[in-house]
């Protein structure tokens, strides 16, 4: 794989195609997903993945809140699944919290130090 990381650009999905519900039983015909760690995603497809407009994760970029990597040769953003779970929290701390720009950056800020403790605590075990 290396340290380079891939740039994944979705094509527009037929959102009227819907899965097969498989029986019960057959639990070993279920699709694996595995997400590709290396993967980034162009703002367009972030667009389409999360629903948020790009205005607004310009926004959270330019407020602090979500990170991406730059291309320097063309200045695109690119977003890895972190910023994509990133965005998912914050989109669900407005929707749900009524949160500022603030509020979410304190409370995305005690989620991370939550996380890294956990971790370092189940390191410990």
């Known amino acids: ?14 959102h009227s195609v ?12 279920l699709p ?3 997400p590709d760690m290396e993967a980034t995603y162009s703002l367009e497809v972030v667009v389409e993945l999360t629903g948020v407009n790009s205005q607004a994760i310009l926004h959270y970029r330019e407020q602090g809140l979500i990170s991406v990597m730059t291309d320097p040769e063309s200045g695109a953003h690119y977003f890895d699944d972190a910023a994509l779970r990133t965005l998912r929290r914050i989109e669900h ?3 749900y919290c009524e949160m500022n720009d603030s509020g979410l950056r304190l409370v995305l800020r005690l989620l991370e ?13």
Request: hydrophobic share 30%; glycine share 2%.
């Open 1 to 14: 794989m290396g340290n380079t990381p891939r740039h994944l650009d979705l094509q527009s999905t037929n």
């Open 18 to 29: 819907r899965m097969n519900t498989p029986p019960e039983n057959d639990s070993a015909r």
């Open 32 to 34: 694996i997903f595995e």
């Open 93 to 95: 701390l407005r929707a």
């Open 113 to 125: 130090d939550m996380e890294r403790l956990e971790a370092d605590l189940n390191a410990r075990r």
